[in-house]
Every structure is written in C-alpha cells, then in structure tokens.
C-alpha cells in the first residue's frame, strides 16, 4: 500500500523556467509533509518542509503547496537551475514522529540549460 | 560541517555470503536509522535506534537481517546470508531525537550488489 505517491517518474524543465513537482498522500493521519533531493551516489537531503496546519512555505526559490482537502502537495522551484537536477523524495510523517517517515518513489528532474 | 558516515560505499557479493554495513551517526544524535532503497523506489525503514535501544525493527527482514547499536553510538547491519534481492543502496540516517518533523541527516549509502 503504496500511501505517498509521486505519479511522475521525470520532468524536465528549461532553465530559468518553474518546475513543479507533484505528491499525493492517502493517509490522513499524516501532520508533517517532506521535500528530500537526492544526487547520484549520495544520500538524500533535506530541502523544506510544511505542517498540516499550514497551506504555504517558501524558502528561498522553493516553495511547497499543502492542499489537505485533496491530500495532495507540491514544490515549486523557481527559477529553476541546472544545480536543481537531482531525484525529488515527497516524504511524510504521522502523529508527530510516533510514526515513521513514509517516503514516494521519487521524480528525477532535468532542468535543460 | 558534521556527516554521517557509511561504510563501504560500494560492496559486491555472491548470494548465501554474509554482509556488513557500518555507520557512524553524526555526534550527540541520539536517533539511528537504516533505511533501503531499491532502485526506482523510495528509501524504506528497516530499523530505528534510540541511542542502543532497537524502537522499531517491524520491516527488518529478521531471519536474515540484524542490526545493532551497541553503546548508542555506531551501528552495524548485517545481512546472512545475501540473497539477489537484496540487492539496494542501504542508508544510514540519524537525529537529535525522534523527529517529530521527520528531518534526517542521511549518509551517503552502502551500495550493495548480489550475483
């Protein structure tokens, strides 16, 4: 049971351009949403997250979008940048950290220069 | 700027051979994770630490797999005996304590092929 979703495996964007990256969640349970990037033979890390009380944050060029209604997130970048080119991991967590982080399957990003 | 870090960073094995990955957390976090990810997927847990004590091992495949932590410090994951299947990046993650908020510092992994 497949309970984050990232229905996208790729996306490519042209530099300079908005990419927006997509998740969808099933659990309603879920209270903290999560944005990982993750380059070739590193670890993930972490790049912004949002409570369930919340409907925006933004950090710096990226910006994370939390409709509970829909159970549906996503990250915008913008502007995209070449250094953006990395897998993207929705991530998401319940009962404030009593559960464990639920992960998507990821969406590799190519920003074109 | 502190790391975790992993050891190997690549490992080939044959099936039926015994495995074993090292981490060493970032120092004074209390909270251990290790974590699979099969190529095309997601990283997956397989057992948390509170400093030696095991919190939840409920995905740790327990008739192959052993983890252990033994002063709360470094951790060890071991696999006996390999099968193709394992075949994944295993990660090591950690935190100051349970993150209620779910941010981690991963390593940068222990990349494992069977054959």
């Known amino acids: 049971d497949q309970q984050v979703k990232q229905n996208s495996p790729s996306l490519s964007v042209q530099e300079g351009r908005i990419s927006i990256l997509n998740c969808d969640y099933t659990?309603?349970?879920?209270?903290?949403f999560l944005w990982y990037k993750k380059y070739p033979a590193e670890g993930p890390t972490f790049l912004i997250s949002i409570s369930s009380i919340k409907d925006k944050n933004e950090d710096g060029r990226f910006t994370v979008f939390l409709n509970k209604s829909a159970k549906h997130l996503s990250l915008h970048i913008v502007p995209s940048q070449p250094g953006d080119s990395a897998v993207y991991f929705c991530?998401?967590?319940?009962?404030?950290?009593?559960?464990?982080?639920?992960f998507g399957t990821g969406t590799r990003l190519t920003i074109i220069p | 700027e502190a790391e975790v870090a992993q050891s190997p960073r690549y490992k080939i094995t044959e099936k039926s051979q015994a495995v074993a990955f090292w981490c060493d957390p970032i120092?004074?976090?209390?909270?251990l994770y290790w974590y699979r990810q099969i190529l095309g997927q997601g990283p997956e847990l397989l057992v948390q630490?509170?400093?030696?004590?095991?919190?939840?091992d409920s995905q740790l495949p327990k008739d192959r797999f052993s983890a252990e932590r033994l002063k709360g410090v470094d951790s060890t994951l071991k696999i006996q005996p390999a099968e193709l299947g394992d075949s994944a990046m295993y990660l090591c993650?950690?935190?100051?304590?349970?993150?209620?908020?779910?941010?981690?510092?991963f390593g940068e992994g222990s990349r494992l092929t069977v054959l």
């Open positions: 993650a950690s935190s100051p304590m349970a993150q209620a908020t779910g941010e981690l510092f």
């Open positions: 659990n309603s349970m879920f209270d903290y």
């Open positions: 630490f509170q400093d030696e004590s095991v919190v939840d």
């Open positions: 120092s004074g976090h209390a909270t």
């Open positions: 991530a998401a967590i319940a009962n404030f950290g009593n559960e464990k982080l639920t």
